[in-house]
Every structure is written in structure tokens, then in C-alpha cells.
């Protein structure tokens, strides 16, 4: 049996850069985080004493015969990549999924990282985030981005550029005591379960032809970001006041990526101190993200006092194997 342990992501700037119809065209970068939230997925072979051959237990129980059977299409396809057979999934997560923290990607780099254990093999973070890219974007068609993937396989607060050859993670060089400072800045509420992120994916896709000014300057904002992190003589609530800039630049993009509730819950938290803020993810509901200065914690609390206030710590191991139990296996008939 093995288990492995993916970290959710937080993306502060620069997401839509990250679209392959985007940045092999123009240069994109992301700044993102992953925390202390973590999807886990367990495998192991099925014990043949069933009347089926593969056993999948996330948000439904499936029990099937044949792979082609399977209905999730990650998992689907994941198996057909890797030529795996006989297997029982389980998954199970910190966070709910679609809620804007990059759930699926973590779930596909969490088991693809266990398929390759399974089989003996070690897969490098890079492998890892190369194969979630084209288990997701080609195999399962999905629209999107890929820093998802990324930095679900690396970890830790990163600065990930893209251009027409790829992709490089550039980790970001902060003191200790600011980035625990930016820690406790930030504030992350539920609103509620978003709809799915390839569908709203799929806009801001179309999008991306007429929008390429607003991409350009949230590509810019990366630099800004950086050198706010890097730093030390800058005030750290410019990190906060770019992200409201952010903000506003991502509605402009594509008419679903808020809602009027979302857009009253984020003026409730400016009215109460709030610096800045964003939705993350792709849209339509999922995780509020504001930066407060300590001062202003208080109130800003109160204010949404309404929503699920879910505390984390940043963290930086990407996914790991957490458990390891060897196995023996022959395929069957």
C-alpha cells in the first residue's frame, strides 16, 4: 500500500498568465503558496475475492470491472497512462473540492505520485507535474492552466514563469520573519462550494484573445509582488493593496469569475479594514483570501463572521510519500 500527502495551493498573482494559449505567445508567471491543507490518497492492489477488479472511494463508491468502466476520467485515464490494473482508491481531503484551491490537481499529482510507488519507481517533482499537466489538460481535455500541477508537486511559496519552452520554479527569497509576517496577514474564509473550474476555465480561455492588455498587467504584477516579498524597506501591506489590484483585473476578464453575494462579502471586508484581497481559483465561489494588518483583524473577522474562517500555515514539501508497504503483484487473467 502506499500513501501519499498533496499540499492545496493559494495563487496570489498572475493567474490566466498561466494558460498555455496565453504564454506560449507571451511570457506568463504566477506567484503562488502551497499550506497546510492536504488531499491524501491511498492505493493498493484489490485482493482478488471480488466480483469486480477495481475499488474507487472519493465522493462516490465505484466498483467496476474493467478499467474502461471507471467514470471518473482522471483516475480513467490515469490508469490507462501508467498501465495500472486492480486497484483500490481511496481518497480523502482537508478541503473540499471546487472550492478554487486547485483540489483536482492536487488529487491527480497525489495519485499519480502513488501509482509510481506502486510500482517501484521514483518520479522527480518535475515528472510529477509534467505528467498532472497531461493527464488533466490532454487526456481528460479539461481547459485551464498549469500551475496548479506545479505547484501542487513542488510546494513552498514560488515565482513559476512559463514561455514557449516550458516552465521554471524560481523559489521566492523572503526572510523568515516576513514571510511569517504575511502568514498572519492573510485571512482565508469559505463562501461556499464554486461551480466546476473547467467550466468557468473554459470562459476565461475564450477570454484570453480579447484580454491580453489585463494579462499583460497581471503579468506585470508578478514583478511588482516579488520585489514587495524581497523587500524588506518595502511595507508589506503593498503586497495586499496588489492584491486587490489583482482582483479587480481578474472580474474584468471573464463575467464569471464573481457574483454579486461574492462582490458584497469582499466590500464588507474592505469596509472593516481589509487592505486587499481575492477569490482564488477560477471563480464562482470557493475561498476568500484578504490581507489584514493586525489592527484590523478583529473587525474584519466580525464582518464575515458569516463564512467558515479556516486558519492555515504556508508549508514547503510539495507531495510526499507518507506511507510505503511494497507489494507483490502478478496481473491476473
Not at 507531495?319 to 508497504?325: D, E, F
Amino acid at each position: 500500500m502506499v500513501i501519499t500527502q498533496t499540499p492545496f495551493r493559494m495563487s496570489f498573482f498572475g493567474g490566466g498568465t498561466d494558460f498555455p494559449e496565453y504564454y506560449k505567445k507571451n511570457k506568463g508567471a504566477v506567484i503562488s503558496t502551497t499550506f497546510d491543507k492536504y488531499c491524501y490518497v491511498s492505493v493498493r492492489h484489490l485482493p482478488r475475492f471480488f466480483d469486480y477488479k477495481n475499488e474507487l472511494i472519493y465522493s462516490k463508491i465505484e466498483r467496476v470491472g474493467s478499467e474502461q468502466e471507471i467514470v471518473h476520467p482522471a483516475i480513467r485515464n490515469a490508469m490507462k497512462m501508467m498501465d495500472m490494473h486492480e486497484l483500490r482508491i481511496t481518497y480523502d481531503a482537508d478541503l473540499p473540492a471546487r472550492s478554487g484551491l486547485g483540489t483536482s490537481s492536487s488529487f491527480a499529482v497525489g495519485m499519480l505520485n502513488a501509482f509510481y510507488a506502486l510500482k517501484g519507481k521514483y518520479a522527480d517533482k518535475r515528472r510529477l507535474a509534467d505528467d498532472a499537466i497531461y493527464l488533466e489538460r490532454v487526456l481528460c481535455a479539461e481547459s485551464g492552466g498549469v500551475q496548479d500541477q506545479i505547484a501542487a508537486s513542488f510546494g513552498g511559496l514560488n515565482r513559476i514563469d512559463f514561455d514557449a519552452d516550458g516552465y521554471r520554479v524560481s523559489p521566492v527569497i523572503v526572510s523568515p520573519e516576513r514571510k511569517r509576517a504575511l502568514n498572519d496577514s492573510l485571512l482565508l474564509f469559505f463562501t461556499g462550494f464554486s461551480r466546476f473550474s473547467s467550466d468557468i476555465q473554459e470562459g476565461t480561455k475564450k477570454a484570453i484573445r480579447d484580454k491580453e492588455a489585463e494579462l499583460k498587467e497581471m503579468y506585470s504584477l508578478v514583478d511588482e509582488a516579488e520585489k514587495v516579498l524581497t523587500d524588506k524597506n518595502v511595507p508589506l501591506s503593498e503586497f495586499g493593496r496588489l492584491l486587490n489590484h489583482t482582483w479587480e483585473l481578474k472580474r474584468g476578464i471573464s463575467g464569471s469569475i464573481s457574483t454579486d453575494s461574492i462582490d458584497a462579502l469582499y466590500r464588507k471586508a474592505m469596509e472593516a479594514g481589509a487592505v486587499g484581497g481575492k477569490l482564488l481559483g477560477a471563480g464562482g465561489g470557493g475561498f476568500l483570501l484578504f490581507y489584514v494588518e493586525p489592527d484590523k483583524r478583529q473587525a474584519v473577522m466580525e464582518a464575515m463572521k458569516e463564512l467558515l474562517y479556516v486558519p492555515f500555515e504556508f508549508e514547503n514539501s510539495g507531495t510526499s510519500v507518507i506511507h510505503y508497504s511494497p507489494e507483490s503483484y502478478e496481473p491476473g487473467n
